[in-house]
């Protein structure tokens, strides 16, 4: 009973995560824009790497990441037309790199930077407090009502690229503030594995974003459990296992499809 009472928390923080990020996984998907949560997540824990060096507290750390959230937004709201001069994906790439190198490069000033590092990217999900979970909660089902409202025109904007600038910002910065709060619960390596890697099963099936939806929040739902068990039981760092599981789940399942399709073919 100690064990549930434990792991209550972080499993409601797995399941928001997997809910919300399966959601906009579908649009990255769509968009081909693969990598951008990884490049938006780790511009914005630069923000967290220099309030870290200036020593602020909760409240400065969370001011940089909105900061940082709203100026990655913008330039991301730009991705259309970036895409006219350059490829748009070697962009994100390069937006990634700089925004990691200068992380590393800020941290190695602090005296517990490689400690403030391995949080930035892991996260530390089993020892999250109940106000992190209604915080999260809350902008969650804000953000997640906004995008149900207004479903049609985002999904026009990610489909046709149907919208404008205006509606591109929103996109972007929506999905930016759900990453301030993300990466504070799991990590920006566990947050970008549950972007891409449930959507990503549920497309090996059907391309219907609502079905694409069920199939990644089930498998997403299942191996989080598998996960954060194993991980108290063995004493294991938790979004790295629940990453493994997830990045295991789809190789098989892609394994079995390739097989199948190939005996459809011999056929």
Request: aromatic content about 16%; hydrophobic content about 60%; proline content about 2%.
């Amino acid at each position: 009973m100690e064990t549930l009472v434990f792991l209550t928390y972080p499993f409601l923080a797995c399941v928001m995560l997997i809910f919300i990020h399966t959601y906009f996984g579908v649009h990255m998907l769509e968009r081909g824009i693969i990598f951008v949560d990884l490049s938006l997540a780790q511009f914005i824990g630069l923000g967290i790497a220099i309030s870290f060096l200036m020593g602020l507290g909760h409240g400065g750390s969370y001011l940089f990441s909105v900061g940082f959230a709203v100026l990655g937004a913008a330039i991301l709201s730009l991705s259309r037309y970036i895409a006219r001069i350059t490829n748009i994906e070697a962009f994100i790439g390069v937006l990634y790199i700089f925004s990691l190198s200068a992380g590393i490069l800020v941290l190695s000033r602090s005296a517990h930077g490689m400690e403030e590092f391995k949080a930035i990217l892991s996260g530390n999900i089993l020892w999250l407090a109940p106000g992190d979970i209604i915080y999260s909660f809350l902008l969650y089902c804000i953000i997640g009502g906004v995008h149900f409202v207004f479903r049609r025109r985002f999904f026009e904007l990610t489909r046709e690229g149907r919208g404008g600038f205006i509606w591109e910002f929103i996109f972007f910065l929506s999905f930016a503030f759900v990453l301030v709060s993300s990466v504070k619960l799991g990590g920006i390596l566990l947050v970008f594995a549950m972007l891409v890697i449930p959507a990503l099963i549920g497309r090996l099936y059907t391309k219907v974003p609502g079905a694409v939806l069920l199939c990644g929040w089930l498998v997403g739902v299942v191996v989080s459990i598998f996960g954060l068990a194993l991980s108290y039981y063995y004493d294991l760092p938790t979004s790295p296992l629940i990453i493994l599981f997830l990045s295991v789940v789809f190789f098989v399942l892609l394994l079995l499809k390739g097989i199948k399709g190939g005996r459809q073919v011999v056929l």
